[in-house]
């Protein structure tokens, strides 16, 4: 048989005063690499847009307050990656529901831990919005211009909420089953759309199949799904209009004022 030739090395045309050109596997792996990312840019142009939202500009006197956004930020992602293990296992019907949350904690491969962090997870988040919000409150960085990013706020914090009311029946344990009857009692006794919310809820006039399916699907599209675009819009807002600067820090003067004259 004849013998094949053997394919020459990757190579690339030698730079003025080098060797042979050949690429070291380190080299070529770079190379690659970067190869990727400006056949991305170069097809989406996303590079400016991620450089715009990550390469910012932020105040002096910046503290660990500042950082219980991002730890808001991260408990939400921490919940979703959670949830959607749960979901592989977890079964929304009356009959099956309470059987598959113990099949999760008892037989699923890190099931116990991954239902841990997934309820552990959502008081945290909880703790951690309010804390985001004293510190936005006590710093003043609600007021103009960001008005718009704090009233975005006030609804995620009522969707986080919410969050924590629908996954609270899943589990259809005792406790779930008669807390989600009060609660949703409580909220028909709110004025005008209370008795309308409480129907909905309910999924009828009856406790039942209706009801868990119905908490399941808001608890896991409806209001995740809201909660990822008006996060995305937070984050907008927050990038564009800058972080605001700590209240303890003075005011300075302008430098040098400079007179506008109308033509
Ligand atoms: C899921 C919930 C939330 C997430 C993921 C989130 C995320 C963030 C992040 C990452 C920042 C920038 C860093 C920082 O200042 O900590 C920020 C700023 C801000 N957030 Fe939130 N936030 C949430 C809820 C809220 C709530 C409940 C409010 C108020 C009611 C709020 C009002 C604001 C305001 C006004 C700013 C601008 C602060 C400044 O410029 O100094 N946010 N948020």
Known sequence: MPKL?????????????EGSGALDPIEAATEAGLTVVDWLDERTALSPGIRWLLFRKV?????????????????????????????????PSINSAYESIRNINDNVFL????????????????????????????????????ELTWVIGVVLLILTLAMGFTGYLLPFDQ?????????????GTGPFIGPYLSDFLRGGPDWGATTLSRFYSIHMLLIPGLMAALIGFHLYLVTKLGISAAPWLNATEPEEVVEVVEV
Not at 5 to 17: K, V
Not at 65 to 75: D, I, K
């Open 5 to 17: 030739p053997l394919l020459p090395a990757r190579t690339r045309p030698a730079r003025p005063g």
């Open 59 to 91: 105040p002096r006197g910046i503290n660990w307050a500042y950082t219980l956004g991002s730890a808001t930020l991260f408990a939400f992602l921490s919940q979703a990656v959670t949830g959607v293990f749960l979901a592989m296992y977890y079964r």
């Open 111 to 146: 099931g116990q831990f991954v239902h841990g962090m997934h309820k552990w997870g959502a008081s945290v988040m909880i703790a951690l919005i309010f804390l985001h919000m004293a510190r936005v409150f006590f710093f003043g960085a609600y007021k103009y211009p960001r």
């Open 175 to 187: 406790r779930s089953y008669w807390a989600t009857i009060v609660g949703v009692n409580i909220n």
